[in-house]
C-alpha cells in the first residue's frame, strides 16, 4: 500500500475515533495498522487498529471499518497448549455492526458483500451491534463483520492477540 493511502486511511480513521468520543495520542494515529489483508481493496476488506496493550495475558484495542468495510471470515486457533486461541469481546461504540457468527443464517442480512468475496463467508447468523451492544467470542469460533453505512468503531477486549496465526477462509488473505 502506498504511503500515501496509509496517511489518507489513518487520517479517516482517527476522524472517526473522534466522533466516537475515544481520544488517540499522535503516536497512537501515526502507528495504527492499515490491514488491507494483502488485498489492496481497502473499501471492501481490510480494517484500521490502535493495539493499546497486547501482552501474554490479555489484548485491548479500537477496530474502525469505514461505511461498508469487511473484516473477512476468520477464526483464531490453538496456538499451543498455553495458547487456546483467542478470546475476544466486541463493544461497538460508534456505528452499526453487522457481525456473523455460526448458527442459524439470517434470512435477508444487512451485509453487502462484493460478489468475488461472498463464497468466502461462510457463517450468516447475523447479530447486529449499535453503540452500548456488546458480544464474546470463544476460541477457534469462524465469525466476520461489517460496519454498516456510517462505518463503525469496535472496541475489542481479548485474550493474547496473535494475529499472525488468524486463518482465513480466503486463502488469498494475507495477514500479518
Not at 107 to 117: I, T
Request: glycine share 6%; net charge negative.
Amino acid at each position: 500500500m502506498k504511503k500515501e493511502m496509509l496517511t489518507q486511511a489513518r487520517s479517516r480513521a482517527a476522524e472517526m475515533l473522534a466522533k466516537a468520543g475515544i481520544v488517540i495520542t499522535d503516536h497512537e494515529k501515526q502507528n495504527m495498522e492499515i490491514a488491507d489483508m494483502g488485498l489492496d481493496d481497502l473499501d471492501h476488506i481490510g480494517l484500521e487498529v490502535v493495539v493499546y496493550e497486547n501482552n501474554e495475558r490479555y489484548c485491548a484495542k479500537e477496530l474502525v471499518l469505514f461505511p461498508w468495510q469487511i473484516c473477512p471470515e476468520h477464526r483464531h486457533p490453538t496456538v499451543s497448549e498455553s495458547n487456546i486461541g483467542k478470546q475476544e469481546t466486541f463493544r461497538c461504540r460508534y456505528g452499526e455492526v453487522y457481525l456473523y457468527v455460526p448458527g442459524e443464517p439470517v434470512a435477508n442480512p444487512r451485509a453487502r458483500v462484493p460478489d468475488r468475496y461472498r463464497e468466502w463467508m461462510t457463517v450468516w447468523h447475523e447479530i447486529v451491534m449499535k453503540p452500548g451492544d456488546q458480544f464474546t467470542l470463544p476460541p477457534n469460533t469462524r465469525h466476520w463483520f461489517q460496519a454498516g453505512p456510517d462505518g463503525a468503531v469496535v472496541s475489542e477486549f481479548s485474550s493474547c492477540s496473535t494475529d499472525e496465526n488468524d486463518l482465513f477462509t480466503d486463502p488469498g488473505i494475507v495477514r500479518v
